[in-house]
């Protein structure tokens, strides 16, 4: 249980649910509404899944492995590496989960005759070990970072698609209607992954204030202040609920889609407001805590939308 912990399992429950759902809920049904086979295995893609989740969760070792003094101060109940975990054992589970994230990673490139990817699944790790050790200390950069990273990880499953149907079908299928319609959903759930992603890396930073500070980070609430913060989250929650609606008006795709309106209503709306509200009257450590589980609570709900968008087709 302690190692589930460390590894953040409920976060990659939501990338591997994130990923699972876009390619059979989503993906699979446009293919087969405009006739194409699929042609990466179930095997394959279970290994694309693995990756990825074996890279975040290196991610997540290496971050606790450096944060140790941080959350000492903001969470000392929970704190795992250097009290339930030795610290060379947490870095011994870093580099053994990256090395094997990385050999699956190769091994996928190899077989989409890809060497973009190779280079990605190298540049990943590399990444999150410098935004533990240095981005994230710094405004806004170290929260970019990670959120267009979050963005990252449905185009991959897309990508890879796409990459093996071109090697059977040849490069004409990346001109087809499937994969524009394809990339077009993709693209709409990797800009709210990467939305969300951003708002609550934002608030945890605001929650974790007292022990960034202690150890001289500069984060967002440090250098402008929570009160400015606190606007600046909000205007991002209001924009992404804003373009929510909008997407839904103008784009009659996402209008034909079943129970799409009380989805928006019911399953976005009211969570979104509802981290409005959390966010005007949080004051303290706790409350931020609990604008960041509505948050990711949005982000869940948002993923779980590609059941009803894959009815469109």
């Known amino acids: ?147 267009m990273l979050t963005a990252l990880v449905p185009y991959v499953v897309v990508s890879i698609e796409f990459a093996m149907l071109a090697r059977v079908h040849g490069d004409n299928i990346l001109q087809t209607n499937a994969c524009s319609t394809a990339w077009f959903w993709t693209s709409g759930f990797a800009f709210f992954a990467f939305i969300t992603n951003l708002i609550r890396e934002i608030i945890k930073d605001t929650e974790d204030l007292r022990g960034d500070k202690a150890v001289g980070c500069r984060t967002l609430p440090i250098a402008i202040g929570v009160n400015y913060t606190k606007i600046l989250v909000s205007l991002l929650v209001l924009g992404s609920f804003v373009t929510l609606w909008l997407i839904f008006f103008f784009i009659p795709e996402v209008q034909n889609i079943p129970y799409v309106a009380p989805y928006f209503v019911i399953g976005l709306s009211v969570p979104y407001l509802l981290l409005l509200f959390q966010l005007y009257r949080s004051q303290s450590s706790k409350g931020f805590h609990t604008a960041s589980s509505i948050s990711k609570v949005i982000m869940l709900l948002g993923i779980v939308f590609i059941l009803f968008a894959g009815k469109a087709f």
């Open 1 to 147: 249980m302690i190692f589930l912990q460390l590894v953040r399992y409920k976060n990659l429950f939501i990338i591997a649910l994130l990923q699972v759902l876009l390619r059979y809920a989503m993906l699979l049904p446009i293919l087969s509404h405009y006739g194409i086979e699929p042609v990466l295995s179930d095997l394959r893609f279970g290994l694309v899944v693995l990756s990825t989740l074996l890279l975040a969760a290196s991610g997540y070792v290496i971050n606790d492995y450096f944060d140790i003094r941080i959350d000492r101060i903001n969470r000392p109940d929970s704190v795992i590496v250097g009290k339930h975990i030795k610290r060379r054992t947490a870095l011994f589970l870093h580099v053994l989960l990256t090395v094997t994230g990385v050999f699956i990673g190769l091994f996928l490139a190899y077989v989409t005759r890809k060497e973009n990817y190779a280079l990605m699944y190298v540049f990943i790790p590399a990444l999150l070990w410098y935004y533990s050790t240095t981005f994230k200390r710094h405004a806004v950069i170290g929260n970019l970072i990670i959120s």
